[in-house]
């Protein structure tokens, strides 16, 4: 499997509070992935990141920032969650981008009450 | 809208008959990949097919291609109890910036 861990697996938080979940990769790539996956949405991508510091948007990105400060290590922070951001979270690395495969992390599922 | 959209949502066959699953896409694309994700993990890549090429192989799973019509089947043959999985279809657009876009995937069950 590649290196790649998401922290934390699970958590329940209340509305309005401020989370941040966090992927870690020991494989050195260059591009990292944000996605969120719903029943009857598919995966979706939120933001991801093309190298230290750089980062875009993906298709569902208004409630979400990210940061990348390091090669191994990107976050993503729900400001204020809402109940709508109850979903189960992929983070995904490529060496290349969208031109060879995707690895993927094992998920954290998140629930906002 | 999603880019990729597979057919049929759900398939469920006996052990040791193929299975056969659908991906139009909209747009043109660089690539289209084929991932699983079993029950409550994280995406697995089972191949790519670049937009020149029109079939590939890997192992039991043939995946074509038909840039034409804007589609591509993933065919797994002899399947087997271990297939039981969710199957994604996902498209690099031409004109996209390093993001892929994924469908909502084929829930396939394999009965034994």
């Known amino acids: 499997d590649a290196g790649i861990t998401q922290s934390p697996r699970h958590k329940v938080t209340e509305t309005g509070t401020p989370v941040t979940l966090r992927c870690h990769q020991t494989?050195?790539?260059?591009?990292m992935y944000w996605y969120r996956q719903d029943p009857g949405h598919g995966l979706r991508l939120i933001h991801y990141?093309?190298?230290?510091?750089?980062?875009d948007k993906g298709e569902v990105s208004d409630g979400y920032s990210v940061s990348r400060s390091k090669t191994e290590d990107f976050l993503l922070t729900l400001e204020s969650a809402t109940s709508s951001q109850t979903s189960v979270y992929f983070c995904?690395?490529?060496?290349?981008?969208?031109?060879?495969?995707?690895?993927f992390g094992p998920g954290t599922r998140l629930t906002v009450l | 809208s999603q880019q990729g959209e597979e057919d049929p949502q759900a398939l469920s066959i006996q052990e040791g008959e193929n299975a056969t699953m659908n991906c139009s896409y909209k747009t043109s694309i660089n690539n289209l990949q084929w991932y699983r994700q079993n029950s409550g993990r994280g995406l697995v890549h089972l191949i790519l097919i670049r937009s020149n090429e029109r079939e590939k192989h890997s192992g039991r799973l043939r995946v074509t291609l038909d840039t034409s019509k804007k589609s591509s089947s993933l065919l797994i043959t002899a399947s087997r109890a271990a297939d039981t999985a969710s199957y994604f279809c996902a498209t690099d657009p031409a004109r996209g910036a390093q993001k892929l876009v994924f469908g909502q995937g084929t829930r396939l069950t394999i009965n034994p």
């Open positions: 990141s093309y190298g230290v510091k750089d980062t």
């Open positions: 995904a690395i490529s060496d290349r981008g969208t031109y060879n495969e995707q690895f």
């Open positions: 494989e050195n790539h260059r591009y």
